[in-house]
């Protein structure tokens, strides 16, 4: 398998020993690489859970190893840390292989490697951690002009990692932490969504709202490889909270359907990177599913919202075309 990578190998005396990026050096057991968590935490590890377990429970080990040896749990290595994309979502790899039992030997390791990203700042010049993880304690958002960018997806990844970590936390007995991110990822979600919009929107330091803001805007100030159309559902470890928030489930049902025939083109800005594949791809596509993306991660959990919230014709209809 070449992404995820296993970077072990046999010595001479027929144990696995690897060679470690973090600290030179050749060290026992397994050691896992060339993965980004933000592009493989809702597909690749539950996939392989299923369809290569063997191979799972050696990544856990590599991951394990990985923090251990770099001092925190990389975010994308290839095959060391290279620090592209936002969050910290190994920690929803872990978090759910606590919870789901997976490798139970080595639980307590991967805890405390995501509760050092939920609650360790990360270190000046460092590509590890969570950028921005000051405001989005202190707040429940990181407002814009703050240095930091894509705000509004990076307060939403990490709320999503805080709501995972807190499951494992109380599966684990760490009760107190489990109360701590579950407050802290429901705040996340009530400061970030706009109730007028019914979208995740852009905050001042103030706490307003910025305006104007146009929700078709694929800018990188605010949002990873997607616009707020595409994020507005973005809240799949809460899905009772959409469902009050829209108005109920007959509401959030409409939403989602309407969802995927809303016929509007992403609106390029020169803060991102050039005009991405994504954002030519959904421009292409949006005649047959409007704003959803299903070749893009910010759209991968919206058909599981759909089916969560029992919107059956809704997920039935797409899933099948």
Known sequence: MLFPRLLGEYDQNNQLVHYSVYTGKVVPGELATDSGFWDAYRT??????????????????????????????PTWASPGQR?????????????????????????????????????V???????????????YSDRGY??????????VSRGLNFAEADSVIAAAASKLGHCSDASVLYSRAQKALEMSFNTESK???PLEASGNWISPFDPSSWSAEFFTEASARQY????????????????????????LENHFSEQVCPVY???????????????????????????NQPSHHVLGIAVAAQCFHVADKYMEK
Request: glycine share 10%; net charge negative.
């Open 142 to 151: 990181i407002p814009v002009k703050s240095s930091v960018s894509e705000v």
């Open 83 to 119: 620090g592209s994309m936002v969050g910290t979502m190994g920690d929803v790899v872990f978090g759910w292989a606590i919870i789901a039992n997976k490798t139970p030997h080595l639980a307590d390791d991967m805890y405390a490697a995501i509760r050092k990203d939920a609650f």
């Open 232 to 255: 507005r559902f973005y809240a799949p470890f809460n899905v009772d909270f959409l469902i009050t928030k829209y108005g109920g489930r007959e509401a959030l049902c409409e939403h």
């Open 199 to 201: 979208l995740f929107e």
């Open 269 to 295: 800005t020169s803060d991102y990177r050039g005009i991405i594949h994504e954002e030519t791809e959904l421009g292409l596509t949006s005649e047959d599913f409007g704003q959803y993306g299903h070749n």
């Open 44 to 73: 690749v590890y539950l996939w392989l859970s299923v369809a290569a377990p063997d191979i799972l429970d050696r990544l856990l080990e590599g991951w394990v190893n990985a923090y251990k040896e770099a001092g925190w749990l």
């Open 121 to 135: 700042e990360r270190p000046k010049n460092s590509q590890f951690g969570r950028e921005g993880l000051g405001a």
